[in-house]
Every structure is written in C-alpha cells, then in structure tokens.
C-alpha cells in the first residue's frame, strides 16, 4: 500500500512539474507586469529597475531555470502587488476555501444520503419523485444565478443576510447552501441509483431469506455497497469545490483561493499564480489519494 | 437433412422509435422536459432571423422596463435592459450562442476523448499509457482555474472557449470509453473475431466503437448540462463570451449591477440556464431508466391478469 | 433413517405473472405441490421453466410489482403464508424455511466476513448475539467443511473457492435448523467432483435434523441422486409429479420422455452412433510439448511465483476425428484453445498444423490458418456481437478473408449455411438476442463453417445449454463432420457429452494430460484416479445407493476443494 501511495505520488509531481511549467510560460503571455505597477509615466530607467530587480529583463527560459532553482528551494517568489512571499498569500487564503468546502461537502453528502437512500426504498412513491425533481434541480440550478437570487431575496429584499463578506455566522449561510445545492443534487441521483441497484443485488435476497429487518437490508447491506460510487462522485464533487468556489467567493467577497487566483491573473501577479495552482493541486492529489485508501476501506476486494 | 428445431422462440423487438415514445408519453415530466428543449433549439434556429434586429434594438423609453407590463408590444414581456432592449429577444438571441458553444464543446469532446479512450483500451503500447496520464492530469487539477489562466492569457474568444471547454470535459469520454473497452475487448466476439483473424482497426470499428457509442451519448447528455453551466460562469466572470456576442451567463453578469433596481435582468437568463439544463437532466434520468432492464417496467403500462 | 410425516409445506393453484408492456407474461400458472418433514423434493425443469419462481414466492422474494401473485396459497406448517403481517413472514424466512441459490459469489455480501453474515441470522431473528452468536457461527463453518474456522471466520467471501461459498451459504441456511431448506441449483456453477461434495453435505444434513429439502436443478443425475418425489415443471406448468424412480424409469409426459431420452447418459450404444465412422490416416495438428506459464504477482519482495496452467501437454488430432479434451475447471484446457487460435502465445512448445508451426506462423500463412481453423465458444450470446445481424455476424470471415467469397454471392451462401445449420434464411436479418440459446449456438457453428475450416475447437460449446438442447446441437456437428470431413477438439467438463461424441479422450488435470484413450475404453477401465473420480462424481441415482452409504469422498475431500490462489479460467 505503501508503494502505491508512492507510486501515486511520484505521478503528481511530475504532474505538477508539467502542469507549473505551463502555467509559467502561459503567464508570460499575458504581458508585462510592469506596465500595471509602475505608474504611466514611469521613466524607461525606472521600468528597467523593476524589470532587472523581478528577473523580468531576462529571457524566459532564463526566467525559468531560475524559477525552477527557487522551487527546489522552496522559494516560491514574492507577490508583487503585496511584497511579500506568494506562498504566504496562498497559504493565508487557502484555508478560507477549504472551511467552506468541508462544510459543503459534508453536509450535501450527508443529506443526499439520507435522500437518496429514502427515495430509493420507496421508489416510485411521492416522495421519491419531489426528491427526483428536487434534486434534479438541485443539480441543474447555476450557481452565480442562485447567489445573485439569494442576495436579491435574503439581503436586498428582506434584509435578513448580509451581502458579503465575512465575520460573523450569517456570512456563512448563502455561500454555503449556494456550494452545498449542486453536489447535493448530483449526490441525491447517484445514492438513489446506487441504492435501485443495490437493492436489487442477489444479495438482498439472500438477507431476505435469511429473514433480515428492512431498515437493515436497507442501510445494512444496500447502502453499505452503494457506498462505492457514492464516495467517488464525492470525492469529484470535493475536488470541483476546493478549485472551483471561484464563483461564490467572488460574488460573496470571500478571501479565499479562487477569489485570489482570479485578482492575481487580472494583476499579473505570477508568483501569486503559481503558489495559488501548487497548493490547490496538492490539496487535490492528497484528496484523491484519500478516495483512493476509502475505497480499500469500503471494499475488501480492492487492494494496492 | 434439416434439423427441426422445438427451441424457436425468437422474441420480435417492436418498432424502437414507438416503443420510446410510450415510454416517454408514461413520463410526465420527461415528455414536459423533451418538448421544452425543442422549443428552445428550433427558438435557438429561427429565433436570431425573427428577433434579432429587436435584440440589439436600443429604446430610451423601455429603459430599465418592468417585467410583465402589457403596454409595449409582447417582445417587452419578460422586461428590458439598462439599455431598454428587450429581454425576451436577447434571450432567443443568446439561446443560440449558449447551446451552440456547449454542442461544439460537448461533440468535440465526446469525438476526441471517445477516440483516445478506445485507443488507450485496446492498445497496450506506450501512447496507452500517455493518454491516461494526460486525462489524469486534466483529471485531477484545478480545471476552473486552468480554464481561467488559459482564457485570459489566449484571449476569451468563442473559440478558446469551445477549445477550454473540450478539453477540461475530454477526461470523462476518454475514461469511460476506456473502461468499456476493456470489458469488450475481453468478450468473446472479440476473441472470435481475432481468431477470425480480424485487424485491430476492424475490432475497434467494427465491434467496439458501435457498442461504446451509446454510453458517450448517454454522457453527453448529462455533460451538455455541466458545459452550459461552466461556460455560463466563466462568461459570469468576464473570462467567456465578449460583447458584441453574449450568451445567457453573460447576460447575469451583465444585470448583476442592478440587482436591487433591475432583478430581472439577472434573473431571467439565470432561470433560462436552469430550465435547460434541468430539462437535459431529466431526459437523461429518463433514458437511464429506458436503459437499465431492471427498472425499466416503471415505464410501462402495466396491464394485471384477469382474476 | 426417514420420518416421512405430514406435508408441512402445502402450495396449492399457484399462478405468478411478471408485469411488462401490456401483457402480463405468466412465469408459473396453477402450480401445486407439496413437500413432507425429511424429505427430498425435486423441481426439475429447463431454464424458463418457472421452478425458481414458484420457491421465490413462497420465500416472499418476489418484488410486487412487477411481480404480481395471480392466485393461489401457500399452506406452511398449518398457517397461510400470504396472509401474515411483514413481520410475522419475515421471522419465518430462515428460521423456519431457508434459501440457498444457485452463484454463492454474488448471494454473499461482498463487503462483509462470512462470520458476520451467519451471526447476522441469529442476531435477525434474536436467537443469539454478540460472542455467542460468534461462537455458533464457528461451529456451523467446522460444521459444512469449512478447514480452519477460527481465522477463516473473519475471511470475506471472494477469498473462498466456489465450493467453499456454497457451504457458507449452507450453513447460514441450516443456522436455526429450519423445518425446510430451498436449495435452487446449488451446484450448477460447480465441478462435478464439487458438486458430489456439496450433495452429500446436503444429504448429511438432511438426515441430522430431519429438514425437508426442496431441490431445483435442470440436471438429470441431480434430480435422480437427490430426489424422493420429482415434480417435472415445463413452461411454468407442472407436467409431471411421481416417485423418483417412477419418472425416472417410466416417463409419462412427453416432455419428461425427452429430457430424459436427450440426456447424454441415456444409451451408451446409442451414442457411439455419433462417433466418426472414418478417420483419415493423416495428422491435421500435432502438438507438442505445450505449455503455458504464467508469473504470479505476490508480495513486493517475495520471488516470483510460476503457475503452469498447461504443462507440457503433447497430442495429435487425425483428419476426421473427433479429440475430447476433459476436465474441470482450472485444469487448463481452455488455455489450450486459445493458444491453439493465436489468441494467447505460449511459453513454449510446437502446434504443427498439416506440418508448420502454428505458433512461427505470420503474416500471409497465419491468414491462411486462421481460415482453416475455427472456434465455437461457450456462451453463444456472447461470442456473438449483439448490434450486428446474422448475416453480417456469418459473412464477417468473408469480410476478413477477401480472397473467399466475392460479395454479391455472400447473400446466397448465407441463406445456404443458415440452412445447412437447422436454420431459415430469412434469420438472416435478425439480431442474436432475438434467437434462444441453441440456435444462436447454430449461428456461431454457421459462422464458423463460413471461412470452410477444416478444423473446428469448440469450447464448451454446448455447456450452457439445456439438455435436450445441448443433444441437437450435438447431433449437428456429428452431421456436419460426416457431410464436410471436418474434425474436432471438443473441450468439456462434462464427461457424458464427449461419450457420445468424441472418438478419443484426454482427460487433463491442472494442466497436465493424466490420461489419453479411445472413448469405450476410457469409459470401460479408466486407468488414472483422477479419471475413475470424475466417473464416480458423476451422480448416481437415490434408488441405487444403499441407506448406508457413507459419503462418497469423506471428510478429507475438504481438501481438496481449496481457496484458489489466483484465478485462471482453465
């Protein structure tokens, strides 16, 4: 097991080796920083100063034997629109969205289970199809739009949230069940198909012969196997929500990574850029990696 | 010398199309759900040739218009914009932007990522494993943000956005069509036509593809959802469609500045995403069920035994 | 020892339908029967027969819908079953009626030990918990033949061998000493000498607590090893009920006298009628030293192990003959087909075939071989590709091979083989799953002769058909060969077909050849052990076995029935 965590590790890096030297030279594409630093009517020498003193005066492939060189360092360069270590203002933001990814996942996991379980014991019946619908819509519903209604409504309209921002428990409300909607939605259709074919494994006939209560075979023996799919989509579900908060945090004003990530590209912020994707893919290789072990917890027939 | 046969119990398959439409006519929803997704496609089609002119038609008078107000003509319906262009039109408008992007993105996709998927089945050879490393790093990194960095450093364009839009969906076609294959390719048709002495190019056209097909086209359904959806909010953002051009999440973005003096700027376009996708995701739940010979008896019309 | 009492499960006028698009198809219509205390009641019948339905519900396994339970009663020990709250009908499944089915793999939950199943019973019906529940569960594992309870208790089922799940799922079933045990096909899925095992198990357990058995099978030895009564169940009717013997010797319905006439055991002298009448003096194959090995992956560190799968396996298979290759599974006979067709490469050895080397053949010459040579797999459904019609399934080896056929003739020579085959030729525009078993099996022999092959293996080819099914297709090919010239290999774990049908024998066990021989005389004086165990596996009829018998193999056999390692398909 231990070898295939190192397998898997040795992958990621060289993954993410591949996927920071795009992001690099992708940046360098998008112009030069100095022209939004230094004010309009800096001097030619006073451009050069900031060029020579970021390593901007060098041609890339230098720029990037010289990235590379403080990587192995762990020098992950400075912010230039907060001078001070990019890695810093990653690892300051990261937390921010990852408070808000667990909360969500957790609870549209947790939700969609007992949903989705339910709705599939009793399929067919009304309250199946208005969970179907339900969380169809759930799944359907975009998310900048379901934002932008909750402000309209609860902060705008009745005044009963804040719009954004962050502090106290009230900020949390809307940009959480905003993120929790769509997983939860998604979720509720992957436990109830999971649980339909589950349910109709020749084992639950089995525990039927053998004279095993319903609540059992339900969350005993049905949900038990069902678990298999539900903690993969889960697990995708977690992984769009670490990256993909960008949305929620920019509409609610939410310092976390992707409102970073999208401030830092607009400002050319490289070194923001690159410690922003360096965090956020290690957050989710260790996710996966996490999936991976869960799956050999759940099912005794996988081993690495 | 024939042989008589006691075992002739062929089962006829009714007419495919007509027994679907059953199945869809026992399901409400799915029935409301398909006829919606028409209107909007032919809409989509005809639309920008009936109402276009209107779309872009500035009205200093219908500034800011109320919803629902039956004093302007019907096309002032669902409102106007700050620029007192009508809402109804500009979303006919918009239709054919938002699908025609996530057709594109969801076919080139399905096309590219169903091809290196049977590939990287079939094959055992160096390239296998280089596509499934490539779909794994796509796969498992911060594909929102990818897709921003990429967008503004190409430059958001329709195009860059169908090329980002493929790409970051390719993993799914390529990792399902993969996992198909190498079931299929251990049934036992594929082995009897490799001892027939069949080519690997016959196997996989031939016997594989038609049979992974289907799946890709179930998933696409579902995807086609996803891709409206992020196409939506990367032009929320500013990284997507740029004006003259819009599509629907372009449109919220552009009526997210007068929530509290316009919401229906905001709002309409928002519930023209959701009821599309929504309507796709029941369509495909539905043909899931057609799909699946345990649960397809829920469709039917059931006729019990005299008794 | 038999205390033949009472009937204590009475089912009487039983009519079940499957509900689909508009009309209801019934799967059993006015079935009744009944079983006493110890005894051993038999539902024989083909697949589609209605025999697993009628038990199911009397289990209460049915799902209403699409299920839907017309009419009838069933009487259990004095109480109507149908009339019992929920809870009442489910404290009866298994403590007092029990299931075992026919795929112990997919009947145990995968993600839980064996142990935990079985104390799951009593902790369902509040017999025991806990340590005792443990303990009891134990006892039972010792009890089937399960070798070291105390750890394998914590074992989860997919680290068990097929036999092994069987008895696990016995003793779930016989936990609270139920007043009767549903076995449906508990051994189909088995090797004869397996399958021996478990019978005698049920057998034992029969007699230790007096528990009526009610047995569903297909298979004919089965039915007459098992059964006290038999009642015959065609196309969800019973058509005929009796004394085991009675059916047995005097068949009155016609459905009955075919399934046992077309059994494979039926007439020895009456087979050989199969058999090639002219062999040619000329060798088509001769194999040589074959062997097939295969690494084992263990721990990172261990050396690696080798498995032979085939080991060292030579054999010669004249013009017009017919070769039997016999053994159970994992004795590596189907590894020698797919080596034989280029599916797989061997580790070493020879095939000459009309004297080269199939295994140094390439390009043009392989071309040429694999017109020559041709293969019938097992399950005709899925050898089959399920969206391509019959005619383009027939006519693909003439798409392959360009030089056979020009295209505007393929129509005609289609319809002919479709012919030659048993079948019409207006099938040809069909689609497989719109055909039964023995005539996709038709289709797959038609194919095969498309490409005018001079050698045919047929794996198993008849193995997943029903009896009476199994016996034409036999026939066919015994047609085909006398007609075309053709010969055969013939692999099969079932030694009453190749009686009938093949001209020699070779009887392999884990991979090697333990015996070879003319058909008559390896039936007669089988010379190895291995082989006279396969013979006397074969079940033998209740009415011929003394009371007494001890079990056929005794309690050492366990052994022999181990966890498997690794899983080759043999």
Redesign the interface.
């Known amino acids: 097991m231990f070898?295939y965590i190192g397998r898997r590790a040795s992958?990621?890096i060289l993954?993410v080796i591949?996927?920071l030297t795009l992001?690099f030279f992708?940046?360098r594409?998008?112009g030069d920083p100095s022209a939004l630093y230094l004010p309009l009517d800096a001097t030619a020498e006073a451009r050069a100063a900031f060029a020579s003193l970021n390593g901007l005066d060098q041609p890339v492939h230098w720029q990037f034997a010289e990235y590379l060189k403080d990587l192995l360092q762990l020098d992950f360069g400075q912010s230039l629109r907060q001078n001070r270590s990019a890695m810093e203002v990653a690892l300051q933001a990261f937390p921010e969205t990852l408070k808000l990814a667990l909360v969500a996942i957790t609870l549209s996991t947790a939700l969609a289970i007992l949903v989705g379980s339910l709705a599939a014991a009793r399929?067919?019946s009304l309250f199946d199809r208005i969970a179907?619908?339900a969380s169809?819509?759930g799944?359907?519903?975009?998310?900048?739009?379901v934002a932008?209604?909750g402000?309209?409504v609860f902060a705008?309209g009745l005044e009963l949230l804040p719009t954004s921002g962050t502090g106290t428990w009230a900020h949390w409300i809307m940009p959480i069940f905003v993120l929790t909607l769509r997983p939860f939605g998604l979720l509720v259709?992957v436990v109830r198909?999971a649980m339909?074919?589950a349910l109709?494994?020749?084992?639950i006939?089995?525990?039927?012969?053998?004279?095993?209560?319903?609540t059992?075979i339900i969350f005993g023996?049905a949900l038990?196997?069902s678990l298999l799919p539900i903690v993969t989509v889960a697990g995708d579900l977690a992984?769009?929500l670490?990256?993909?908060a960008?949305?929620v945090e920019?509409i609610f004003g939410w310092p976390g990574i992707?409102k970073l990530?999208?401030d830092a590209?607009?400002q050319r912020d490289f070194a923001v850029?690159q410690s922003?994707?360096l965090v956020?893919?290690t957050a989710?290789?260790i996710l996966?990696i996490a999936v991976d072990l869960l799956y050999a917890f759940?099912?005794?027939?996988i081993r690495y | 010398m024939t042989i008589l046969l006691p075992d002739t119990k062929s089962t006829e398959e009714p007419g495919t199309a007509r027994v679907l439409h059953a199945y869809l006519k026992r399901d409400r929803l799915a029935l409301a759900a398909a006829v919606f997704l028409a209107l909007f496609v032919l809409a989509a089609m005809l639309g920008p040739w009936l109402v276009g002119d209107a779309a872009s038609r500035l009205g200093l008078r219908q500034r800011n218009l109320a919803p629902f107000s039956l004093e302007q003509s019907w096309i002032y319906f669902l409102g106007a914009d700050t620029l007192g262009r009508p809402i109804l039109a500009r979303l006919i408008v918009g239709a054919q932007n938002t699908l025609g992007i996530a057709a594109a993105a969801v076919f080139s996709s399905m096309l590219i990522g169903g091809a290196l998927g049977l590939v990287a089945g079939y094959s055992e050879r160096w390239y296998s494993h280089l596509i499934l490393r490539l779909a794994d790093v796509i796969m498992s990194f911060p594909s929102l943000l990818l897709a921003l960095i990429v967008l503004y450093t190409l430059g958001p364009s329709i195009t860059n956005l169908v090329i980002v839009l493929a790409i970051t969906r390719m993993p799914i076609y390529l990792r399902t069509a993969r996992a198909e294959v190498l079931e299929l390719r251990e049934r036992m048709f594929v082995s009897a036509a490799r001892s027939m002495g069949a080519k690997p190019v016959r196997i996989i056209l031939r016997h594989i593809a038609p049979l992974v097909l289907p799946t890709l086209v179930t998933i696409s359904a579902i995807d086609f959802a996803t891709v409206i959806l992020s196409e939506s909010a990367l032009s929320f953002l500013g990284l997507g469609i740029q004006p003259p051009d819009f599509t629907w999440g372009a449109m919220v973005a552009n009526g997210r500045g007068y929530l509290s003096t316009a919401w229906w700027i905001a709002f309409w376009p928002g519930l023209a995403i959701m009821l599309t996708t929504l309507s796709l995701n029941i369509l495909s739940n539905w043909a899931r069920t057609v799909a699946d010979p345990q649960q397809r008896w829920r469709l039917q019309t059931l006729r019990k035994a005299a008794r | 020892m038999k205390n033949v009492g009472n009937p204590i499960l009475k089912v009487e006028g039983l009519t079940v339908d499957f509900l689909s698009n508009d009309e209801p198809v019934r799967a059993v219509d006015n079935v009744s029967f009944h079983v006493n205390r110890g005894e051993t009641l038999v539902i024989l019948g083909e697949s589609g027969s209605g025999k697993s339905v009628s038990t199911s519900t009397v289990m209460d396994l049915i799902d209403c819908p699409p299920g839907d339970i017309v009419a009838g009663s069933c009487l259990f020990d004095g109480t109507e079953l149908s009339r019992l709250d929920a809870d009442a009908r489910r404290n009866i499944n298994g403590r007092r009626i029990a299931m075992i089915f026919q795929d112990p793999l997919a009947y145990l939950n995968p993600v839980y030990t064996v142990g935990r199943q079985i104390e799951e019973v009593y902790e369902s019906h509040g017999e025991a918990g806990g340590r005792e529940a443990r303990a009891r569960a134990m006892e039972l594992l010792q009890r089937v033949g399960i070798p070291e309870p105390e750890t394998r208790i914590d074992y989860y089922p997919h680290q068990f061998s097929g036999g092994q799940r069987q008895r696990i799922m016995i003793a779930m079933a016989i936990a609270l000493k139920p007043d009767i045990l549903i076995a449906d096909e508990p051994t189909t899925a088995l090797d004869v000498s397996v399958q021996a095992q478990i019978l005698d198990l049920l057998r034992d357990l029969q007699r230790e607590t007096g528990m009526a058995l009610i047995l569903i099978t297909h298979d004919l030895e089965v039915a007459a090893s098992m059964a006290d009564r038999i009642i015959v169940m065609s196309a969800g009717k019973v058509v005929e009920t009796g004394p085991a013997r009675e059916v047995f010797s005097n068949p009155k319905h016609a459905y009955t006298c075919r399934l046992i006439s077309a059994s494979p055991d039926g007439d020895p002298a009456e087979a050989s009628n199969k058999r090639a009448t002219k062999i040619g003096s000329e060798t088509l194959l001769k194999v040589e030293h074959l062997t097939k090995e295969y690494a084992l992956s263990s721990g990172a560190f261990a050396p690696k192990r080798r498995f032979k799968a085939v080991d060292d396996v030579s054999f010669e298979v004249r013009r017009g003959e017919t070769l039997g290759i016999v053994g159970e599974s994992g004795s590596g006979k189907s590894s020698i087909a797919r080596m034989l067709l280029r599916l797989s490469d061997p580790s070493s050895g020879k095939a000459l075939f009309s004297g080269e080397d199939v295994f140094e053949m390439g390009g043009k010459t392989l071309m040429a071989f694999r017109r020559k040579v041709q293969m019938v797999f097992q399950d005709p459904f899925g050898s089959m590709n399920p969206r391509m019609t019959v005619r383009s399934i027939i006519s693909e080896p003439w798409a392959i091979h360009r030089d056979i056929l020009p295209r505007h003739q393929w129509k005609e020579r289609v319809a002919e083989l479709l012919e030659l085959v048993g079948l019409k030729p207006d099938h040809a525009d069909r689609y497989p799953h719109q055909f039964s078993g023995g005539q996709r099996q038709r289709i797959a022999i038609a194919r095969a002769l498309a490409s005018e092959p001079e050698l045919i293996v047929c794996d198993e080819a008849v193995s997943a058909l029903d009896v009476s099914i199994q016996a034409q297709v036999i026939d066919l090919l015994a047609d085909l060969r006398t007609r075309l010239g053709l010969s055969y290999i013939f692999i099969t774990h079932d030694l009453p077909i190749v009686r009938q049908f093949a001209d020699r024998i070779l009887v392999m066990k884990q991979g090697k050849v333990v015996e070879e021989g003319d058909t008559a005389t390896l039936f007669r004086a089988p010379r190895h052990e291995y082989t006279r165990g396969l013979l006397q596996a074969v079940p033998k009829p209740k009415w011929l076995m003394s009371e007494n018998e001890p079990p056929a193999e005794g309690a050492d056999v366990f052994w022999s029935d181990r966890p498997r390692s690794g899983s080759f398909s043999g």
Not at chain 1, 139 to 145: E, G, Q, R, V
Not at chain 1, 205 to 214: E, F, L, M, P, S
Not at chain 1, 298 to 301: Q, S, T
Request: charged content about 15%.
């Open positions: 070898s992958h990621s993954s591949g996927l992001v992708l940046t594409l998008t399929a067919g179907g619908v169809l819509a799944a359907s519903a975009p998310d900048f739009w932008i209604v402000i309209l705008v259709q198909g339909l074919s109709a494994s020749p084992y006939k089995t525990a039927r012969a053998k004279g095993v209560r319903r059992k023996h038990r196997n992984t769009s670490v990256n993909g960008v949305v920019t992707g990530m999208i590209i607009i850029v922003t994707i956020t893919a989710i290789f996966n759940l099912d005794p027939r």
